[in-house]
């Protein structure tokens, strides 16, 4: 009996000794590294508020070429896309029937001449009146004009550039019939480039002659400043809008026919701005690090505008806080940080 008595007491204490050991927490936590980081003091900065409005890149020169006289087509060496220069010939019609009209006039011209210098030597010899030889100088001056006439007309058989620019449209081919009000080609000046927008009448007290405005091509990837130079006296009475246009730097990838979108200022507002490497992006969230304490404390926020290099926050932030702007991609909620 003793025996057995002492065995049940060994197994009570080790089983105490067992539950004693489990009943002991772990503990698992494990201390963040500290990270050296750069911040900097943010605060509330200007911004002008601006309103959006579209338009279109337009060349600043542009023509539709026409002929001025009836003729069919026997030359048109341009294609589409070429570079002219002021005086290249464009197209040439068959224009006989001026040509032969031209030679007319000339055989007139020279009867006319011979009948004149007679009359003049019959007049030195008052062998004619004065108003015969008046009469004949008459007709002398006619045929003169009649062949300056004749000449003027087949000049016309050539169509020619009127300044340097570069085909933008090619609407007739060899073999058609030119006539007065048929375009032949269009071409334009791709080095005087302007954007043309049609800004509402709420706001087109707030453009201005001369004006510089932001302008950005999307396309082109470019940020212009365009001036305003030219603005349309009267609304337009469906559309409510002026159209206002805008003569634009010259920039690379920069063409015709590009959309783009300029900034009208209409007031102004402030917001903290931080610079684009501060923003942390994971996910669908975008947050900021701002400095307290001595440790990292993540603050989510919403973004506005980007600026340059900056990126204006509309919440989540305060001014006079400080934000870490650089480091912050690898920094964690609490870690503990160095400022450097």
Known sequence: MRSALLGLLASATLLLSGCGRHSKPADSATSLPVATVRVQTIDDQPRALTEEIVGTVRARTRATLEAKIAGRITELPVVLGQ???AGDLVARLDVREIQARLDQARAVLEQARRDRDRF???LRQQAVTQAEFDGVEARFRVAEAAVAEAETMLGYAEVRAPFDGVVTRKLADVGDLATPGRPLIELEDPNALRLEADVPEAL???VQPGAKLPVR???ANAELEGVVAEMAPAADPNSRTFRVKLDL???PGLKPGLFGRVAVPVGETRAPRVPA????QRGQMEMVFVVADGRAQMRLV???KRLGEEVELVSGVRPGERVVVEGAGALMDGQPVEVR
């Open 217 to 219: 091509i999307h396309a």
């Open 120 to 122: 003049a030597t019959l």
């Open 249 to 251: 730097p010259g920039a």
């Open 277 to 280: 490497q501060a923003l942390v």
């Open 302 to 304: 919403k973004s506005g």
């Open 83 to 85: 570079s002219l220069e």
């Open 204 to 206: 087109i007290s707030h």
